[in-house]
């Protein structure tokens, strides 16, 4: 279960907001209790932000709703609605588990596989396109 905060990082003439905000992002994985989803709204409310999210445990998607809505903090949930449409079409209750829990058959990404997709990221960031035939 993910969470991500947006927030403009710059302000505009006389305090505003600039017409072409500088949008930072911060992500919150694993998010699976009740105490660390109220401080990621409490800052996201501070900081004026816009909540992106994919919780797949109802418990956990009602209480951000509640706590968003009653704070004002705008949101949206990302895969909530697919997700809806999805067990609508294949005629089955989605089990409310996030990938790799217990009961489910995926395992869970692992430490190796985070450090492969930083290493082509950063490799993709370096490259200079000096040779671009390869």
Not at 118 to 134: C, H, M, P, S
Request: net charge positive; proline share 6%; glycine share 10%.
């Amino acid at each position: 279960d993910t969470l991500a905060v947006d927030w403009e990082g710059t302000q505009g003439p006389g305090g505003g907001k600039s017409e072409s905000p500088e949008v930072r992002t911060q992500m919150f994985s694993n998010v699976k209790d009740w105490g660390r989803l109220d401080r990621i709204v409490q800052l996201a409310a501070r900081m004026d932000a816009f909540i992106i999210f994919t919780l797949v445990n109802p418990t956990l998607h009602g209480r951000l709703v509640r706590q968003c809505e009653a704070l004002r903090v705008p949101f949206q949930d990302l895969l909530g609605p697919l997700v809806t449409q999805l067990a609508g079409f294949l005629q089955a209750a989605p089990t409310g588990l996030p990938r790799g829990s217990l009961g489910t058959k995926r395992k869970p990404l692992s430490d190796k596989y985070f450090k492969r997709v930083e290493a082509v990221e950063f490799t993709i960031k370096q490259d200079d396109g000096a040779l671009a035939r390869n």
